[in-house]
């Protein structure tokens, strides 16, 4: 047993260290976020199988787990969410088709630039976005969209950050 909690832990570690990001620096809430998404994961994978399905299962789990996890981990913080949402808000409805944001309290920033627009299956209004995120210790990119509601508001329908 004590085999298997070592190989969770060293998977996610493994896993969340190499979840795409160019920066070796890892942010405490990334490796929480793989640690404990490694754990949960690793013990939901002990549950099934048995002998060296059991072992492959705990691997898999954990290797998953951590890798959510650390995604988890990156999101933008609660303190952030008021300044990020004005700059989509502010992106998607403006004239420069960009906004940007800064949280000095968390120190961390980030830019939205609106990209595409197009219909939904519904006939709705939608924009899609790209954000870059300036976290105090790394810098990334992501997707998002949006569509307009019933009172001509922009509804967030997909985030990379939320």
């Not at 070592?6 to 490796?31: E, F, R």
Request: proline share 2%; net charge positive; hydrophobic share 40%.
């Amino acid at each position: 047993m004590k085999r298997a909690r070592s190989a969770i832990v060293a998977a996610a570690l493994l896993v969340g260290a190499c979840s795409g990001t160019q920066n070796p620096n890892l942010s405490a809430g990334a490796i929480a976020g793989a640690v404990v998404g490694g754990l949960v994961g690793g013990w939901a994978g002990a549950q099934l199988g048995g002998g060296t399905g059991k072992t492959l299962f705990t691997l898999l789990g954990a290797a998953g787990g951590a890798s959510m996890g650390y995604d988890l981990g990156r999101q933008i913080l609660v303190a952030d969410r008021p300044g990020y949402n004005q700059a989509v808000a502010s992106a998607l409805g403006g004239t420069s088709g960009q906004a940007t944001w800064q949280n000095p309290t968390t120190g961390n920033s980030g830019l939205v630039r609106v990209g595409q627009a197009f219909q939904n299956g519904n006939g709705e209004e939608c924009r899609s976005y790209r954000t870059t995120v300036a976290f105090t210790d790394e810098i990334l990119n992501g997707p998002g969209a949006a569509c307009r509601g019933n009172q001509g508001e922009w509804v967030l329908v997909a985030d990379a950050f939320h």
